[in-house]
């Protein structure tokens, strides 16, 4: 019987093939390069959508400003996306086209869940014909249809899923523990950004700055998309890190005070083992000095 990786070999060569268990490895290859990508994550409010990103610098020659990861689609719909950051432009332009078309032909704006289904038919399109690889990109679609939130994660297979809150690339897990934990439906838009923050926090494992972060949201009372502006941005970042400084205190007093405890306590059984050797050598020398009397 041949090893797995043996069998498997040779279905990850093209695109349109199926291993023996039914697994297409190239569309897995592509979900790989979407957790290699910096963390995204939007969530819904009861006020609308907030999309956040982080997109921290590998240099710090770099411009954080040049790097863009959350994209305007139209008045109402914004992006998030994470893994390779061509392939996720090119989605975005083709999500553009997608609701002007609509807003062309139909004299009104695209519904946010249709366009969610558009670009993902897409997605889907280049999984299942020869020449192409799937799109190494993941995106998370926010926007509002008159006083409905919606919020969508797609695929690099075509997949989509809605959610109320949710978060793509590197540290995913640690961001989705803290909404399992915290998340509510009726939060405000400003309790959604500290919660998306939080979330952040702890998927970059405290590795926040003001400028490795960018905040869209999409606001039900004006249906309009708005970018918060650095200066929003920095206040929102110095707000996070004040409390998680707050938080931390407590835990590293609580860990000084069981350090100080755990070494009370050795010094104590030291103390307590000395005497008790001294006590065994006078009982020894009491029963030596008996028995030289006898």
């Given at each position: 019987m041949q090893p797995l990786q043996q069998q498997n070999a040779g279905y990850d060569r093209a695109i349109t093939v199926f291993s023996p268990d039914g697994r297409l490895f190239q569309v897995e290859y592509a979900r790989e390069a979407v957790k290699r990508g910096t963390t995204s994550l939007g969530l819904k409010s009861k006020d609308g959508v907030v999309l956040i990103v982080d997109k921290r610098t590998v240099s710090r020659l770099v411009e954080a400003k040049s790097i863009e990861k959350i994209f305007q689609i139209d008045d109402h719909i914004g992006v998030a996306t994470s893994g390779l950051v061509a392939d996720a432009r090119a989605l975005v332009e083709r999500a553009r086209i997608e609701s002007q078309i609509n807003k062309i032909t139909y004299n009104e704006p695209i519904l946010v869940g249709g366009l969610a289904k558009k670009i993902c038919d897409l997605k889907q399109l280049y999984t299942q014909n020869g020449g192409v690889r799937p799109f190494g990109s993941a995106l998370i679609i926010g926007g509002v249809n008159g006083e409905e939130t919606r919020l969508y994660e797609t695929d690099p297979s075509g997949a989509l899923i809605e959610y109320k809150a949710t978060a793509i690339g590197s540290g995913v897990q640690a961001a989705v523990d803290v909404f399992e934990e915290r998340y509510e439906e009726d939060l405000s838009l400003e309790d959604a950004i500290n919660l998306g923050l939080d979330a952040l926090y702890e998927a970059t494992e405290g590795r926040t700055t003001e400028d490795s972060v960018e905040i869209a949201v999409i606001e039900v009372a004006t249906?309009?998309?708005?970018?918060?502006?650095?200066?929003?941005?920095?206040?929102?970042?110095?707000?996070?890190?004040?409390?998680?400084?707050?938080?931390?205190?407590?835990?590293?007093?609580?860990?000084?005070?069981?350090?100080?405890?755990?070494?009370?306590?050795?010094?104590?059984?030291?103390?307590?083992?000395?005497?008790?050797?001294?006590?065994?050598?006078?009982?020894?020398?009491?029963?030596?000095?008996?028995?030289?009397?006898?």
């Open positions: 249906q309009a998309y708005r970018k918060l502006s650095d200066e929003e941005v920095s206040g929102y970042v110095k707000d996070l890190l004040e409390r998680n400084a707050e938080e931390e205190e407590p835990e590293e007093e609580a860990e000084e005070e069981a350090v100080e405890e755990a070494v009370e306590e050795s010094e104590e059984a030291e103390d307590a083992a000395e005497e008790s050797e001294e006590e065994t050598s006078e009982e020894e020398a009491s029963e030596d000095k008996d028995s030289a009397e006898e």
